[in-house]
């Protein structure tokens, strides 16, 4: 072995390196935590002068990693809307709590491939065991399977391949064909958006998914709901889906969820929940009424790098018919170390090689337990109430009724239009707060997605949105 060149120092440096390194790593990280949550929410980079380092990245002289590793810090730390500032009340993207941190570490440096059981035992057991916890906070049957995935959008994907798969035993090999009409699946036009890339790319096609209307309060209309699948089965249309969404994204509603699984149950059409951000309520006794119909499910999304606020990416998808999910993604594959079709990730999820994302919600559920959770969750729906009061108490209104931690708000009459003052909050750096559609009007949408916000932050957003209006 004399001819074998040594390991390249740069990708795999000696211990000591690495030590002064992930020291190094973790006192930048922290400084510049600190820097963030005192600084501005939004970006203050210039963009052009950015590219033009960037375009310097040849990548034909190595450089030295210590100086990339800070170079990559101090770009994020000017380059991003900063998720984790306590002034972020944005989209479900949440400052990631310390455990899931930790997870990260530890995935990224055994790297277990959670493919299959086979090779990684331990990791695969721990991600059925925090699947079968919350399947059973649920109200899920204890029967019930499920896996991690990247997103809240893959989750949903599963649910409609196994919709698909338990309604015609031949659209494993047929496809879509094998239906006796085209199919239907339905979820209201308050859904999120990813649902048409889902149809799209589950070959049933975006004229498939069939929005329903909401009931003047961004819930989904049953009756409407009921109408819908009745006029499609009477016109030879083949319905699979309903999707009821449990906290809606642009205004953080519920869909009626027992109702919705009545009429699932009546058609003989599998059930999805997607629960995406909303599911975190189940932490929490005082919330999970909010919920209730979700145990009905033949499925349910919850994201934990949502409202349980791991980092990202890390879906959830829960469903009690194990069977089918098999069925769905099952495979043969000689060189796999193990071909258990209960467990075995590549036998019942869409990706293959995985990382072990379902880490990161064991350590911050076993560093938290349901009662942090709990804690957690309601700390950020009274955050929520505060803002209301305090806005309600300055003239402006708040048309969405949701208990979750989403704010729908309308400014007083005579004030500038919505997007206008979104923009000049943004302009103004001091929050962050988004435009949303609720019920066909325009509102600026108001989410509490810091675990750590403070009456002080809210008093600056209240001022921010005040001064824009
Ligand atoms: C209700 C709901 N479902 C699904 C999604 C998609 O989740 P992801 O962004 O993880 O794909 C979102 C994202 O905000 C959501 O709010």
Not at 96 to 115: E, K, V
Request: charged share 20%; with cysteine.
């Amino acid at each position: 072995m004399s001819d074998l060149t040594p390991p390249v120092p740069a990708l795999f440096p000696a211990r000591a390196v690495r030590e002064r390194l992930d020291d190094l790593l973790t006192r930048a990280l922290a400084e510049a935590g600190e820097r963030v949550a005192r600084g501005p929410v939004m970006p203050d980079i210039d963009m052009a002068e950015f590219r033009r380092d960037l375009a310097g990245f040849d990548f034909s002289q190595p450089r030295p990693l210590e100086e990339l590793i800070e170079w990559a810090i101090a770009r994020l730390e000017h380059g991003t809307v900063h998720m984790t500032h306590p002034r972020y009340f944005g989209l479900f993207n949440p400052p990631p709590t310390f455990p899931s941190q930790c997870a990260d570490r530890i995935a990224g440096s055994f790297n277990p491939q959670l493919a299959s059981s086979g090779s990684s035992p331990v990791p695969v057991a721990i991600e059925a065991h925090v699947i079968a916890a919350m399947a059973q906070r649920a109200g899920l049957p204890p029967e019930s399977a499920g896996h991690f995935t990247t997103s809240g959008s893959e989750a949903n994907y599963t649910a409609l391949v196994c919709a698909l798969t338990r309604a015609e035993k031949r659209f494993a090999t047929e496809g879509v064909r094998a239906f006796a009409g085209p199919v239907a699946m339905y979820t209201s036009r308050e859904c999120q958006p990813a649902w048409h890339k889902i149809a799209h790319q589950a070959g049933i096609g975006r004229h498939s998914l069939k929005l329903i209307a909401t009931d003047g309060k961004g819930r989904m209309d049953a009756e409407a709901l009921s109408q819908a699948v009745r006029e499609d089965l009477e016109r030879g249309t083949v319905p699979v889906l309903i999707s009821a969404t449990a906290g809606t994204t642009g205004a953080g509603m519920v869909d009626p969820l027992a109702p919705c699984a009545d009429i699932a149950r009546e058609h003989g059409l599998w059930y999805h929940v997607d629960a995406a951000w909303g599911g975190a309520a189940i932490c929490s006794e005082r919330l999970r009424g909010q919920l209730a119909g979700i145990e009905l499910a033949d499925s349910v999304t919850i994201d934990a790098h949502k409202w349980l606020a791991t980092t990202m990416g890390c879906g959830m998808y829960i469903t009690r018919h194990a069977r089918v999910l098999n069925e769905a993604f099952t495979v043969g594959a000689d060189f796999m170390p193990s071909t258990a079709s209960s467990i075995d990730p590549y036998l019942n999820t869409v990706q293959w090689s995985r990382r072990f994302m379902g880490l990161r919600l064991f350590l911050a559920l076993g560093a938290a337990g349901w009662s942090g959770y709990a804690a957690h969750v309601e700390r950020a729906v009274a955050v929520i109430e505060r803002i209301r009061e305090r806005l309600v108490a300055l003239g402006w209104s708040a048309p969405n009724d949701s208990q979750l931690a989403v704010l729908c708000a309308v400014p007083p009459p005579g004030s500038a239009p919505i997007r206008e003052i979104v923009r000049r909050v943004l302009a103004s750096r001091r929050a962050w707060v988004a435009v949303a559609t609720y019920e066909g009007r325009e509102v600026i949408r108001i989410c509490v997605t810091h675990g750590e916000v403070s009456l002080t932050d809210v008093e600056e957003l209240v001022a921010a949105l005040q001064a824009a209006r």
